[in-house]
C-alpha cells in the first residue's frame, strides 16, 4: 500500500515557475514508477511525466517537454516536478500517481488528492 500526497501548487504568472512534491508513504514506494498527471476544467486526465524505480529514466508528455522535469529522491520517498515556462494552458489540478511503467490512468495504482496550479496570462 502506498499513500501519496501533493504539494507546490499555487498561482503564477505566464513564463514563471513552480515546483511540485509528491510525499510518499508505504513500503513498495521504492519499487513503483511514480508519474504526474493532470486534469484541466472539462478535460480528461492525462498524463505529464514519469520516473522509473531507480530514477534513470524519464518520460514526458509532448506539451511539457523542455518545460518541465521529473525527479525523485528515494530515500525521503518523495518526487517533483519542476515546472518552468508555465503556460495558461498548464493550468490543472496535479495529481501524483504509482504503478507500473506507462502514461496510461490504469497504469498507475495509487494516487495522490491533487494540487492545483493556475497560471495567469
Known amino acids: 500500500q502506498v499513500q501519496l500526497v501533493e504539494s507546490g501548487g499555487g498561482l503564477v504568472q505566464a513564463g514563471g515557475s513552480l515546483r511540485l512534491s509528491c510525499e510518499a508513504s508505504g513500503r513498495t514506494f521504492s519499487s513503483n514508477t511514480m508519474a504526474w498527471f493532470r486534469q484541466a476544467p472539462g478535460k480528461e486526465r492525462e498524463f505529464v511525466a514519469s520516473i522509473s524505480w531507480s530514477g534513470g529514466y524519464t518520460y514526458y508528455a509532448d506539451s511539457v517537454k523542455g518545460r518541465f522535469t521529473i525527479s525523485r529522491d528515494k530515500a525521503k520517498m518523495t518526487m517533483s516536478l519542476q515546472m518552468n515556462r508555465l503556460e495558461p494552458e498548464d493550468t490543472a489540478v496535479y495529481y501524483c500517481?504509482?504503478?507500473?511503467?506507462?502514461?496510461?490512468?490504469?497504469?498507475?495504482?495509487?494516487w495522490g488528492p491533487g494540487t492545483q496550479v493556475t497560471v495567469s496570462s
Open positions: 500517481a504509482a504503478g507500473s511503467y506507462g502514461s496510461w490512468e490504469r497504469d498507475y495504482n495509487y
